[in-house]
C-alpha cells in the first residue's frame, strides 16, 4: 500500500510597496506574532519591502518565513539598485518572488528575465 504525503499548504502575503518602520512593527508584533496556526500544515511567508526585510526578520517568530520580493537575473558587481540570489542567500532569505506580473506589466519584465532570474534562484 502506498503511503499518502501531505503537502504542506504556503500562505503568504506580499506587502508590495508599502510600510513604515512603525506599520511592520505594528503588523508583526499585532497581528503576524500573535497568529495561531499548525505548523506542521501550513508555512506562513511574508514579503516586505527589501529595506525593511532585516527589520521584519528580527521582529518576527522564527515560524513565519521572510522572503524578497525581488532579485536581480545578475550576480553581485556593479548594478545599482539590484540585490542579488548570493546576497539574499547569505542574509538567509530563502524564498523570492520571481515573475510577478507587476514587474512583467509595468516594469517590462520579459520572458527571459523572468527566466535568468529563476535560474540565479
Same mark, same amino acid.
Given at each position: 500500500?502506498?503511503?499518502? +504525503?501531505?503537502?504542506?499548504?504556503?500562505?503568504?502575503?506580499?506587502?508590495?510597496?508599502?510600510?513604515?518602520?512603525?506599520?511592520?512593527?505594528?503588523?508583526?508584533?499585532?497581528?503576524?506574532?500573535?497568529?495561531?496556526?499548525?505548523?506542521?500544515?501550513?508555512?506562513?511567508?511574508?514579503?516586505?519591502?527589501?529595506?525593511?526585510?532585516?527589520? +521584519?526578520?528580527?521582529?518576527?517568530?522564527?515560524?513565519?518565513?521572510?522572503?524578497?520580493?525581488?532579485?536581480?537575473?545578475?550576480?553581485?558587481?556593479?548594478?545599482?539598485?539590484?540585490?542579488?540570489?548570493?546576497?539574499?542567500?547569505?542574509?538567509?532569505?530563502?524564498?523570492?518572488?520571481?515573475?510577478?506580473?507587476?514587474?512583467?506589466?509595468?516594469?517590462?519584465?520579459?520572458?527571459?528575465?523572468?527566466?535568468?532570474?529563476?535560474?540565479?534562484?
Amino acid at each position: 500500500m502506498t503511503e499518502v +504525503v501531505q503537502r504542506k499548504m504556503i500562505v503568504g502575503g506580499n506587502w508590495k510597496c508599502n510600510g513604515t518602520v512603525q506599520s511592520i512593527k505594528d503588523l508583526v508584533n499585532d497581528v503576524l506574532n500573535k497568529a495561531e496556526y499548525d505548523q506542521n500544515k501550513i508555512e506562513v511567508l511574508v514579503c516586505p519591502i527589501s529595506i525593511h526585510i532585516a527589520s +521584519v526578520k528580527a521582529l518576527l517568530k522564527e515560524n513565519i518565513k521572510v522572503m524578497a520580493q525581488n532579485m536581480s537575473g545578475t550576480g553581485n558587481g556593479a548594478y545599482t539598485g539590484e540585490i542579488s540570489a548570493e546576497q539574499l542567500k547569505d542574509f538567509d532569505v530563502q524564498w523570492v518572488l520571481i515573475g510577478h506580473s507587476e514587474r512583467r506589466n509595468v516594469y517590462g519584465e520579459t520572458d527571459a528575465q523572468v527566466a535568468a532570474k529563476v535560474a540565479k534562484a
